[in-house]
């Protein structure tokens, strides 16, 4: 991938790339991984990213469920989402398509669990956005040992979002690593275990 072109963005480098867990995710990452540039499939297929809520100093587990099967082409999001989480559907649309990638003509139904869980504001984007390229069958990763928090901005590029020392320390605990937008790094003083994401300018500068 050419460093010169223009509007490359995180998710964009990540298919991209040999190992998109060489984006600060992944420290001893072997590079054995193979994704698939390729436009979003309309497959049947599930996919489980995991997030973190915020509650005060709490950080409680999220589950996005990403489901993608025939019928009615839209975007769904259910499990006790306020506005500002609705809204993802069009911050990730937006995203994914500035970032190279057609959103496929199916329904994309997201359940973020556990349902009785209040959720609210835009630290679900990236998660949501990963799990469409992986239910859809562009990327193959081991999601399962991440967590992800950051907002998408509409050209693919992520954001900070709050409360993310008790994210950063729930998901150590949990034996996890988290992957976050970098200007918020400084909140916490934990080191090798919890990853920054980059701005679109570094991942173009890395991503070739």
């Known amino acids: 991938m050419s460093s010169t072109l223009p509007g490359v963005a995180f998710i964009q480098a990540a298919a991209y790339r040999k190992c998109p867990l060489n984006l600060r995710l992944c420290v001893n990452c072997s590079g054995g991984f193979e994704p698939k540039h ?7 297929r599930l996919a489980k990213v995991f997030c973190r809520a915020s509650n005060g100093l709490d950080a409680p587990l999220v589950r996005v469920e990403v489901h993608i099967a025939g019928g ?7 499990g006790l989402p306020e506005a500002s989480v609705r809204e993802a559907r069009d911050r990730v649309r937006a995203a994914l398509q500035s970032s190279g ?3 496929p003509p199916s329904r994309i139904t997201i359940n973020l669990a556990p349902a009785e869980l209040p959720k609210h504001g835009s630290r679900f984007d990236l998660a ?3 799990g469409i390229l992986q239910a859809s069958g562009v990327l193959d990763l081991p999601l399962a040992e991440h967590e992800f928090l950051a ?10 979002v709050r409360g993310i020392l008790p994210a950063a320390s729930t998901c150590a605990k949990a034996g996890r690593r988290s992957f976050r937008e970098a ?24 991503g070739h």
């Open 38 to 44: 390729r436009k979003l499939s309309a497959v049947s």
């Open 72 to 78: 009615l082409p839209g975007i769904t999001i259910v």
């Open 101 to 103: 990638f057609s959103v």
């Open 128 to 130: 949501i956005a990963l």
């Open 151 to 160: 907002e998408l901005s509409l050209d693919g590029g992520l954001r900070s």
């Open 183 to 206: 200007r918020r790094r400084s909140e916490d003083g934990h080191g090798d275990r919890h990853h920054r994401g980059d701005e679109a300018d570094e991942l173009r500068a890395r």
